[in-house]
């Protein structure tokens, strides 16, 4: 039998001052949350007062289950403000998921089959998801001692492993993360492991509540859109989850 491995992994890197490319607005507007990759949450109330827009109700924040693409735009915008002065650590965060856990903790329906990229594509929870990202990196950060945390994420399920991907800011006029004179950039290992637990106990105490519908009626994908191919600053950071 196959060892089996962790059931969350968290990787996390920073870019302050350009130290990882000199723009954080297209990797939440253009990587992030691109089309290809990620599906409308079945929370998402599209609007009463304008035409559905691709993109719409993907993003997903500290407070908010899901948000507009135009929300998202503007987080994008207001990101790359406060990472241009310079002096703020901007993170960014993949959370991979076994597929053994996905479907001890509801995420994913018993007995799927992972045999090509995009097999989880419509079959997860997401709701549940995406409080459960919530529910961590709140934790992370309160023990890292942000003063106004805050973040853009997505699901992203077009490949072989569900897995999320998130930017994390601190978004008061101060910061207490210091480090000279600039925000601290290293995430503690012990604030990562705060993070993990913080998300098996949310999925743990809503797994009851566990609902995996058909979410394709609700995305952009379905409607047959094309979208250009976008290229990442650094694709080895993301190629272990191509």
């Known amino acids: 039998m196959a060892k089996r491995g962790r059931d969350i992994v968290i990787k996390t890197q920073f870019n302050i001052n350009g130290s990882r490319g000199g723009s954080v607005k297209s990797f939440i507007s253009g990587y992030v949350t691109r089309d290809a990759a990620t599906d409308a949450s079945v929370s998402w109330i599209p609007p009463v007062d ?3 827009v691709q993109g719409d109700g993907v993003a997903f924040t500290l407070d908010s289950t899901a948000i507009s693409r135009e929300e998202t735009l503007a987080i994008a915008d207001h990101v790359e403000e406060l990472f241009q002065r310079g002096d703020r650590a901007i993170q960014q ?14 995420i994913v329906p018993e007995g799927t089959d ?3 990229r995009g097999a989880y594509r419509y079959q997860y929870d997401d709701v549940r998801l995406r ?4 529910s961590g990196v709140h934790a992370m950060c309160e023990h890292e001692k942000y003063s106004n945390p805050q973040m853009a994420a997505a699901i992203q399920s077009d490949t072989m492993h569900l897995h999320v991907h998130a930017v994390v800011w601190e978004d008061g006029i101060s910061y207490s993360r210091r480090r000279g004179k600039e925000e601290k ?3 503690k290992g012990s604030s990562l492991e705060k993070c993990s637990s913080q998300i098996k106990r949310n999925l743990e105490s ?7 519908p058909t979410q394709m009626y609700l995305t952009p994908y379905y409607l047959k859109e094309n979208e250009e191919p976008f290229f990442v600053q650094e ?3 993301v190629q272990e989850y191509q």
């Open 114 to 116: 992972v045999l090509a």
């Open 93 to 106: 965060m993949v959370f991979s998921f076994s597929p053994e856990y996905l479907e001890e903790s509801g």
């Open 131 to 134: 409080h459960a990202i919530q």
């Open 206 to 212: 809503t797994k009851d509540l566990s609902c995996v």
């Open 185 to 187: 950039g290293i995430i």
């Open 50 to 52: 304008r035409a559905p």
């Open 235 to 237: 694709p080895e950071f």
